[in-house]
């Protein structure tokens, strides 16, 4: 707690501590695998996408603002892909080509491919989505999930407070939730995934 002295550990807890690492128990954890699948982008998100980086590219070759330019430059490149519409402009750089929402972007495809095969084989799905603030795609990807009769909910930082959260998922899956999307940072310690 704060303020207490770190010598209440010292004198009365290290004694009857007990120190775990992951490697003391792993031989218990499920076995777990990670398969990649590279999705194409479709060529008006490749062309967008190759000029919007070009043109940051010819940004930071002036050397006064690449430093300022390199968390843009990052953080665009990653994004655009799953959100090439709604971008504002970027200072000395230009505004990112706007594409059709109303577009299904091929890694979208292959998202609801992807949950589509998964409950036909009778399993929940959470999808892990990493712009959830500035950049949020978990909108979108929640009215692309329901128009195809999928029940999906997105669980959000500011509308479900952690000590909530495992109540929460509980209550999704009594009420016939197929899918969930969250950021990951938001169930990353603490919380039975087991029903996804």
């Known amino acids: 707690r704060p303020g207490i002295s770190p010598m209440a550990f010292a004198r009365h807890l290290l004694a009857s501590s007990v ?56 953080t665009t490149l990653l994004a655009y892909p799953d959100r090439p519409f709604d971008n504002k402009p970027i200072p000395d750089v230009g505004t990112p080509e706007e594409l059709p929402k109303d577009e299904i972007y091929p890694k979208e495809e292959a998202l609801l491919e992807f949950v589509e095969a ?13 712009y959830t603030n500035t ?29 909530e959260r495992e109540r929460w998922i509980q209550d999704q899956v009594k009420r016939g939730v197929e899918v969930v999307i969250s950021n990951p940072e938001l169930v990353k310690t603490g919380l039975d995934l087991l029903a996804f």
């Open 19 to 74: 120190f775990v690492e992951l490697a003391d128990v792993a031989d218990q954890l499920t076995a777990f695998s990670e398969d990649v699948k590279v999705v194409p982008m479709s060529p008006d998100l490749a062309s967008a996408y190759k000029a919007i980086e070009k043109d940051l590219k010819d940004a930071m070759k002036d050397r006064t603002r690449a430093f300022r330019l390199l968390g843009t430059y990052l």
């Open 135 to 163: 950049r949020d795609v978990t909108e979108r990807l929640g009215a692309l999930l329901r128009k195809r009769g999928i029940k999906a909910a997105i669980l959000k930082q500011d509308t479900v407070e952690m000590a």
């Open 118 to 130: 998964e409950l036909a084989a009778k399993r929940r799905v959470w999808v892990f989505a990493v």
